[in-house]
């Protein structure tokens, strides 16, 4: 390697940093002190009852408010006209004709991302509709209810597993092995190396935040390119080795006589594999911590089993797996009454939007027969709305109503602990006892 090969490997990765999370970092820790509200978003100690009386001084502040840095909106109207209206494309795309956007380009890091492109989350049509069509068919409600009795296989073989006379960590035992098991048989990735995976979204997970320290920045770029190395040597497998999956079908697949070129099937497949189990894990944790801080919810839906798929939407309603997502303005436009100008960015706050009382009565209520509960916008809207919005609803539903009917008197134990990411919430640790 040349010594500006080597230089380049040294300082690629601190501009990446600074660009991304050092600057941004200093901005936004400044800006909370002067009480910006999308700033303390980002520097409180994200607790949910923080997270509740920010989402009200937000709203208070009108249907679209202007912050230090983007827009801002709790409301469930404006945050859905955002997300569905093509005045607005997802992500933030730099300008390469600018400095930082230059160095962006320059510095990127060469392995997928979750959030740069051709990642299905920041990509729009035409691209964005071709790589979504090819996945969509295995996410169809049909396609997930013939799943449902192999689910149900995995949830109690998982159970089987825990000792119910020992505390358990339910996200270690359960809320994470389920889903990751089932994503991937969908996408036939072989037993032996789920572990991998598990581990490696997991550490890769605060991909999605800004901010980050340098040493979770390097610890999180380090479980990126691991996790896009053995996506490489698996597609190269299934080339070869091909089998009635999700992933062996997009490698072979072929849409008006074109396939997806190397990129795109790595980052789309890596997005599938990693979103079909990330936010299910916490669904079902925040749904199990919930349910046991709401006994009386609990026996309406011990006495009314029909209420469970409703008690899936309520638990999105009210503690959703990712708090917020921001959209980037194409053009001068209005939304509920305030000019937005090109350029700008829009953050659109889904948990909050869940809690607008212009659209959920009692907002802060956990009801499990809310008639209105599916009205939730968690799984996003328009063009990027969830492709496994099914899939996460039927394994949700699956997996609390086989744990609550095989341990109706499980409890929290002290020592739950939140995810320190702040886009997913969720639980990094959930003791119970399961019994007794």
Same mark, same amino acid.
């Given at each position: 390697m040349t010594l500006a090969g080597r230089v380049g490997n040294v300082v690629k990765p601190v501009v990446r940093w600074g660009l991304l999370h050092g600057l941004p970092r200093v901005a936004l820790l400044l800006a909370a002190r002067r009480g910006d509200l999308q700033a303390r978003l980002f520097a409180g100690s994200g607790s949910t009852a923080e997270l509740d009386g920010l989402f009200a001084e937000i709203r208070d502040r009108g249907r679209m408010h202007r912050g230090a840095f983007s827009y801002l909106t709790a409301s469930h109207a404006t945050v859905r006209e955002v997300l569905s209206g093509n005045d607005f494309r997802s992500g933030i795309a730099p300008d390469s004709n600018r400095l930082p956007g230059r160095l962006a380009d320059w510095s990127a890091g060469g392995f997928i991302h979750p959030v740069a492109p051709p990642s299905l989350l920041v990509t729009e049509p035409p691209d964005h509709t071709r790589y979504r069509k090819l996945v969509t068919r295995v996410f169809t409600v049909r396609a997930v209810e013939d799943l449902r009795g192999r689910v149900e296989e995995i949830a109690n073989d998982l159970l089987d597993a825990i000792d119910p006379a020992r505390p358990a960590d339910l996200v270690e035992?359960?809320?994470?092995?389920?889903?990751?098991?089932?994503?991937?048989?969908i996408l036939g990735v072989?037993?032996?190396?789920?572990?991998?995976?598990?581990?490696?979204?997991?550490?890769?997970?605060p991909s999605l935040d800004m901010g980050l320290p340098w040493r979770q920045f390097r610890a999180v770029e380090a479980a990126l390119a691991a996790f896009d190395a053995w996506l490489t040597g698996h597609l190269d497998h299934l080339r070869t080795n091909p089998g009635d999956d999700l992933l062996s079908r997009l490698v072979?697949?072929? @849409?008006?006589? /074109? !396939? $997806?070129n190397d990129l795109e099937l790595r980052a789309t497949a890596g997005l599938v594999l990693a979103a079909g189990f990330e936010t299910t894990v916490n669904l079902l944790g925040n749904g199990v911590a919930l349910l046991c801080d709401h006994p009386g919810q609990l026996d309406v839906l011990a006495n009314e089993p029909a209420c469970w798929p409703n008690a899936?939407?309520?638990?999105?309603?009210?503690?959703?797996?990712?708090?917020?997502?921001?959209?980037?303005?194409?053009?001068?436009?209005?939304?509920?009454?305030?000019?937005v100008p090109k350029g700008a960015l829009v953050t659109t706050i889904l948990a909050a939007a869940n809690r607008d009382p212009a659209v959920f009565a009692d907002p802060d209520r956990f009801d499990v027969r809310r008639d209105?509960?599916?009205?939730?916008?968690?799984?996003?809207?328009?063009?990027?709305?969830?492709?496994?919005?099914?899939l996460a609803r039927m @394994?949700?539903? /699956? !997996? $609390?109503?086989?744990?609550?009917?095989?341990?109706?008197r499980l409890r929290r134990l002290p020592g739950a602990t939140r995810r320190a990411t702040r886009i997913l919430r969720g639980f990094e640790r959930l003791p119970v006892r399961l019994g007794g």
């Open positions: 035992t359960y809320c994470a092995r389920l889903p990751v098991t089932v994503i991937a048989e072989p037993a032996d190396e789920r572990e991998t995976v598990l581990r490696l979204g997991s550490a890769a997970a072979a697949v072929r @849409e008006d006589g /074109v !396939g $997806l899936v939407d309520e638990i999105l309603r009210v503690d959703p797996p990712v708090l917020l997502t921001g959209r980037t303005c194409r053009q001068d436009t209005e939304v509920a009454g305030v000019p209105n509960a599916r009205e939730h916008i968690s799984f996003s809207s328009g063009r990027h709305y969830c492709l496994g919005a099914a @394994e949700g539903e /699956v !997996g $609390l109503r086989t744990l609550f009917a095989r341990y109706p």
